[in-house]
C-alpha cells in the first residue's frame, strides 16, 4: 500500500503521514542503533520521522536518510521530518536538580515563526501544551500561524479524549507519543508503571483481528483520527507496525478500547510540577 495514502492535510496547507517512527531510546542504546532502525522503517514504508535536539541522534537518522535517498529508496519531498529544536539539553545545578526558567511562549512561538519565515522549517507546531496553553497561543495578539499539531501522550491508558476534542475544534492535529505504552526508560518512567501492551482487553482484540496489542493500540489512533508515532529498534516489530492499513476495528472494539482509559501518564515530567507553565495539571 502506497504509504502517501494515509496522510492528513495540516491547517498550513502541508501533509503529514499518520503514521511516524519514533526514534528515542535510553542512553545506554548506541547512537547508531537509531540510524540502522530509522534506514529499515524507510524500507518498510514509514515516510514520517519523529526526533529531537534531546534525542542527540539527529546526525545518525540524518546519515539513515542521506543514505536512503542515494539509493533512490525515497525523495527528500517523501519524508515528513519532525524536531524538536533546543540548546542545553536538560541543564542541572551542583546538586543534581534540573535547572528550570521561565520564558513566555508566546515570544518562543514568535521565534518559531521567524524560522517559519526564514525557510527552515515548513511547519511548526507544539508538544505536551494543555488546552489553556494551547489558548494562549491561539490568541496572542498578532499571531502568524497557527499550530499546525500538538504532540502528546496518548495511548488507551491515557486517551486525551477531551484534548484531542479541543484541537479538532481549532484544526490542530494530535500526535501520539508513548503510543504503545512507553519505553521503560527510569529517567522518566516509574518502575510500577503498567505494561499496556499486556492488557487483557487488547490481547483478546488482537486474537479476533490475528494481530499483536501493539498492532491494536496504533490502528485505535488512526480511526479517531490521531497521528501516531511508532518506536522500535526491533526489525521485527517495525515491519509490524506499519502493517496496520489492512484491518479495521469494529464500533464495539473502539468503544472496549476508549473503557480502558485511566487518565494513567506514563511520562509525567516531575522534574517540573512546580513550574508554572507545567502542563498536566489541567484536566487537559
Known amino acids: 500500500m502506497d504509504p502517501k495514502c494515509w496522510r492528513v492535510k495540516l491547517n498550513d496547507g502541508h501533509f503529514i503521514p499518520v503514521l511516524g517512527f519514533g526514534t528515542y531510546a535510553p542512553e545506554e542504546v548506541p547512537k547508531s542503533k537509531a540510524e540502522e532502525a530509522t534506514k529499515i522503517a524507510i524500507d518498510v514504508g514509514f515516510r514520517h520521522i519523529d526526533s529531537a535536539h534531546l534525542y542527540q541522534n539527529e546526525e545518525e537518522i540524518g546519515k539513515a536518510l542521506l543514505e536512503k535517498m542515494v539509493d533512490g529508496t525515497v525523495k527528500r519531498e517523501d519524508i515528513f521530518y519532525t524536531t524538536k529544536p533546543g540548546e542545553e539539553l536538560i541543564p542541572k545545578d551542583a546538586s543534581g536538580e534540573v535547572i528550570l526558567d521561565i520564558v ?74 508513548s503510543a ?70 469494529t464500533p464495539e472494539d473502539m468503544k472496549a478500547i476508549d473503557g480502558l482509559n485511566r487518565n494513567f501518564r506514563y511520562d509525567k515530567m516531575l522534574f517540573a510540577v512546580d513550574h508554572p507553565y507545567y502542563p498536566f495539571s489541567e484536566e487537559y
Not at 487488547?202 to 499483536?212: D, E, P, T
Not at 485505535?220 to 515491519?239: C, D, H, M, P, T
Request: hydrophobic share 35%; net charge positive.
Open 104 to 177: 513566555d511562549l508566546r515570544d518562543t512561538w514568535e521565534a518559531l515563526e521567524k524560522c517559519k519565515d526564514a525557510g527552515l522549517t515548513k511547519s511548526i507546531g507544539v508538544s505536551n501544551f494543555n488546552h489553556k496553553q494551547l489558548e494562549m497561543i491561539l490568541n496572542k495578539p498578532g499571531l502568524k500561524y497557527k499550530p499546525v499539531c500538538n504532540q502528546v501522550e496518548c495511548h488507551p491508558y491515557l486517551n486525551q479524549s477531551k484534548l484531542l476534542e479541543f484541537c479538532k475544534s481549532k484544526d490542530i492535529v494530535v500526535v501520539a507519543y
Open 180 to 249: 504503545l505504552g512507553s519505553h521503560r526508560d527510569p529517567i522518566w518512567v516509574e518502575k510500577d508503571s503498567p505494561y499496556l501492551l499486556e492488557d487483557p482487553i487488547l490481547n483478546v482484540i488482537a486474537k479476533k483481528h490475528n494481530r499483536n496489542p501493539g498492532q491494536i493500540v496504533l490502528r485505535y489512533q488512526l480511526q479517531r483520527g490521531v497521528v501516531v508515532l511508532a518506536k522500535s529498534f526491533n526489525e521485527k516489530r517495525i515491519k509490524e507496525n506499519f502493517q496496520v492499513f489492512d484491518f479495521e476495528l
